[in-house]
């Protein structure tokens, strides 16, 4: 189910990890245990997925490393990892739980959800009270039943319930415990919070189109030069990167999500000539917009080969 993306266009500096859903599934999801999920789900090593993944820690010890910060393990707990966000488990012993991976074109059916999601990501080590833990372990099992029979609705079934454990996490009070202080200075420095604006800038609907690293910096307040090394200090990409990814997820909504045409795509995203487009959109995900979109088709957003971690 995962595998390291070893292709030209992954970092040259931090491992992309791949979530491959297998037939008859086929969604841009997927939950299991630590173990079921595989080796690559305890990462002892920095690494990037552009994709959510949320763990629900149960046993072990050690600490999870999310941008630089360091959370101690003390199960149970829930965590939240973004995508772009970099993050390994550090000197871990038995790990124990489940995860659950998504992507954002999983969330079409409760758009507030991406609002949650960054609220939670905030405080990604969330602790949980016995009364808490065990409303997220019936809602987990919930999910797991359902994501094992494969029956027809699934996906909107699985939806219900990741939109149900968002809000119940989001309603219960965030801590940070001893230990869980900034790795150096990039929890709290200039650098960090130039970073995270321009990721929340690239979250914004008119994003896909017509933007640049040069009108992203003037925007914020800042020369080209600062903000590529403040964000690649924050996430391990340079910000033409997470551009062109947010032109390629936002391609992948309107192809799945929508009837228009594979040229009205591009002008939406902003590529005057559907051809580059064409070319630009197969260099980053492998596929023709046509490929994809005859493979996700009925499928909002759907994508079988999105990045894990």
């Not at 040259?12 to 939950?31: E, Q, S």
């Not at 996906?155 to 939109?163: E, F, I, S």
């Given at each position: 189910m995962v595998a390291t993306d070893s292709s030209r266009r992954a970092h040259?500096?931090?491992?992309?990890?791949?979530?491959?859903?297998?037939?008859?599934?086929?969604?841009?999801?997927?939950?299991g245990t630590f173990d079921s999920i595989g080796p690559l789900s305890r990462a002892a090593y920095p690494h990037?997925?552009?994709?959510?993944?949320?763990?629900?820690?149960?046993?072990?010890?050690?600490?999870?490393?999310?941008?630089?910060?360091?959370?101690?393990?003390?199960?149970?707990?829930?965590?939240?990892?973004?995508?772009?966000?970099?993050?390994?488990?550090?000197?871990?012993?038995?790990?124990?739980g489940c995860v659950i991976l998504f992507d954002e074109a999983f969330l079409l059916a409760h758009p507030g959800d991406r609002a949650l999601l960054r609220r939670l990501s905030a405080h990604p080590s969330l602790p949980l009270t016995p009364p808490a833990a065990a409303r997220v372990a019936e809602l987990l099992a919930g999910m797991r039943t359902e994501y094992g029979q494969a029956q027809p609705g699934m996906?909107?079934?699985?939806?219900?319930?990741?939109?149900i454990l968002l809000v119940q996490a989001d309603r219960l009070p965030a801590q940070e415990g001893p230990g869980d202080a900034p790795h150096g200075e990039a929890g709290c420095s200039r650098p960090a919070a130039v970073a995270g604006q321009f990721v929340r800038l690239l979250e914004r609907p008119e994003?896909?189109?017509?933007?640049?690293?040069?009108?992203?910096?003037?925007?914020?307040?800042?020369?080209?030069?600062?903000?590529?090394?403040?964000?690649?200090?924050?996430?391990?990409?340079?910000?033409?990167?997470?551009?062109?990814?947010?032109?390629?997820?936002?391609?992948?909504?309107?192809?799945?999500?929508?009837?228009?045409?594979?040229?009205?795509v591009a002008h939406e995203v902003g590529f005057a000539d559907p051809a580059y487009f064409c070319r630009f959109f197969r260099r980053e995900t492998g596929a023709s917009p046509g490929e994809f979109r005859r493979e996700n088709h009925g499928m909002p957003g759907g994508d079988e080969n999105t990045t894990l971690g």
């Open positions: 040259r500096t931090m491992p992309l990890h791949r979530l491959d859903v297998p037939a008859p599934r086929r969604l841009p999801f997927a939950i990037r997925h552009t994709f959510h993944e949320i763990a629900y820690v149960t046993g072990g010890s050690g600490t999870h490393v999310i941008d630089l910060r360091r959370w101690t393990l003390r199960p149970p707990h829930l965590c939240f990892i973004t995508p772009g966000q970099s993050h390994h488990w550090q000197q871990h012993e038995q790990v124990q996906r909107t079934v699985l939806q219900a319930y990741l939109h994003a896909a189109a017509a933007r640049t690293v040069t009108a992203c910096a003037a925007e914020l307040g800042v020369s080209v030069g600062y903000l590529t090394t403040a964000v690649r200090t924050g996430t391990g990409r340079t910000p033409g990167e997470l551009i062109r990814h947010a032109h390629v997820l936002e391609a992948k909504r309107l192809l799945a999500g929508t009837a228009m045409t594979v040229r009205q």
